[in-house]
């Protein structure tokens, strides 16, 4: 759109339009056009419009008449939906409707117009997954870094009644999903097994529940295609996993370490730490640490193989990567925040990391920080005080 597009928004509540309606004009991005469900026909009769907005909060028969009656004047139009709450039968209904794309509120005018830029979701991968497998088209808006929703739905048969789900991703890292009463990475691993699901994509960003915690390729390694070289990683890990645990157990017990664990994919695996921390918060601190890692390592030049630390009060927290890369696997350990991360630490994980290296008979070439100081020539993210 190279002129200021023509925005009409059909919504009850005037509060947010008139907000956006004051940022169009003072910017001189869009003109926004608002109207009770009820009035849309007598704006649609006036001058074109460029794209419209919809409530999804609405009743659905009543958007059904407002997205037709718009379908029927101008053909090609983009429909957005927004809504309070991104729940399942929102997405639903947003399916229905055929929206091209989703907006969670409150949002601005420049996340609404963001929107419009983008290409039509007719342009991914929407369809049935009977050619296509749900797990091929979720590792695409993965590896794309996509925000928006992937909903799939398989009609009902005279023995089983209908199923829907849907998996929200941010940047293209699965957040959050529902499927039935399923939640989390329990309903993704359902969902991947529904054969002929129909299934469709709506971009957007949906500020939904966090259900899910890792990174999406530990999420879907159980259901990828299996490679000879997946399998090879697969035996290296079988055969090198209870010399890695025990030696993180050794590590648990190095002076001034108050926890350590074993991540995969950006989850915890295994691990111990001291009673007076709590296990389960340390390990989710560490997934979201191993998050940031990946992000900072997947930056240009970063590097490959580093670690990376966070201070938070009086613990400090340091992952490492450990292993073949394809394995995704890492070592968090937590110390106490006046400790140095001392040489019989780094000696510890070496050690760790040489049970893989002794699996595949072949001789690593030395990490950077076993030639140079500790904190030489590693990628780094400043700690969070």
């Given at each position: 759109m190279s002129h200021a597009p023509r925005i009409l928004v059909v919504d009850a509540d005037i509060s947010y339009v008139s907000r956006l309606q004051v940022e169009a004009t003072t910017a001189g991005a869009a003109q926004l056009i608002h109207a009770a469900p009820a009035a849309v026909e007598g704006v649609l009769a006036g001058a074109p419009i460029d794209a419209a907005v919809i409530d999804l909060d609405a009743e659905d028969d009543a958007n059904a008449d407002v997205v037709g009656d718009i379908e029927r004047r101008?053909?090609?139009?983009?429909?957005?939906?927004?809504?309070?709450?991104?729940?399942d039968a929102r997405i639903a209904s947003a399916c229905h409707l055929g929206v091209s794309a989703i907006l969670a509120k409150p949002f601005d005018l420049t996340s609404l117009l963001a929107m419009l830029r983008m290409p039509a979701s007719d342009a991914g991968f929407n369809g049935t997954c009977g050619a296509v497998p749900t797990a091929q088209l979720l590792t695409l808006h993965c590896s794309?870094?996509?925000?928006?929703?992937?909903?799939?739905?398989?009609?009902?048969?005279?023995?089983?009644?209908?199923?829907?789900?849907?998996v929200f991703l941010e940047g293209g890292q699965p957040v959050h999903a529902t499927a039935g009463g399923l939640v989390g990475a329990?309903?993704?691993?359902?969902?991947?097994?529904?054969?002929?699901?129909?299934?469709?994509?709506?971009?957007?960003?949906?500020?939904?529940?966090?259900?899910?915690?890792?990174?999406?390729?530990?999420?879907?390694?159980?259901?990828?295609?299996?490679?000879?070289?997946?399998?090879?990683?697969?035996?290296?890990?079988?055969?090198?996993?209870?010399?890695?645990?025990?030696?993180?157990?050794?590590?648990?017990?190095?002076?001034?370490?108050?926890?350590?664990?074993?991540?995969?994919h950006a989850e915890v695996v295994a691990g111990r730490c001291v009673p007076s921390l709590d296990e389960q918060l340390a390990g989710r601190a560490l997934c979201r640490?191993?998050?940031?890692?990946?992000?900072?390592?997947?930056?240009?030049?970063?590097?490959?193989?580093?670690?990376?630390?966070?201070?938070?009060?009086?613990?400090?927290?340091?992952?490492?990567?450990?292993?073949?890369?394809?394995?995704?696997?890492?070592?968090?350990?937590?110390?106490?925040?006046?400790?140095?991360?001392?040489?019989?630490?780094?000696?510890?994980l070496r050690q760790i990391d040489s049970a893989f290296a002794r699996v595949t008979n072949v001789q690593e070439p030395p990490r950077r920080e076993d030639a140079r100081p500790p904190h030489a020539g590693r990628p780094r993210v400043p700690a969070v005080a």
């Open positions: 101008f053909d090609g139009v983009p429909v957005i939906g927004v809504t309070s709450r991104a729940d794309a870094g996509h925000d928006g929703v992937l909903h799939l739905r398989v009609a009902a048969t005279a023995n089983r009644p209908e199923r829907r789900g849907s329990d309903a993704v691993q359902a969902m991947l097994t529904w054969p002929d699901a129909e299934a469709t994509w709506i971009s957007g960003v949906v500020r939904s529940a966090r259900t899910i915690i890792g990174r999406w390729e530990g999420l879907l390694a159980g259901n990828a295609p299996r490679s000879h070289d997946a399998a090879e990683v697969d035996r290296m890990v079988a055969v090198a996993h209870p010399e890695v645990v025990e030696k993180l157990a050794r590590l648990a017990q190095t002076p001034d370490v108050l926890g350590a664990f074993l991540l995969r640490l191993a998050h940031v890692f990946f992000d900072v390592e997947a930056q240009p030049n970063a590097g490959a193989q580093g670690e990376i630390q966070a201070v938070v009060g009086d613990v400090r927290l340091v992952l490492d990567r450990i292993g073949p890369l394809a394995a995704g696997f890492q070592v968090g350990v937590v110390v106490r925040q006046a400790a140095p991360v001392c040489k019989s630490l780094r000696r510890l």
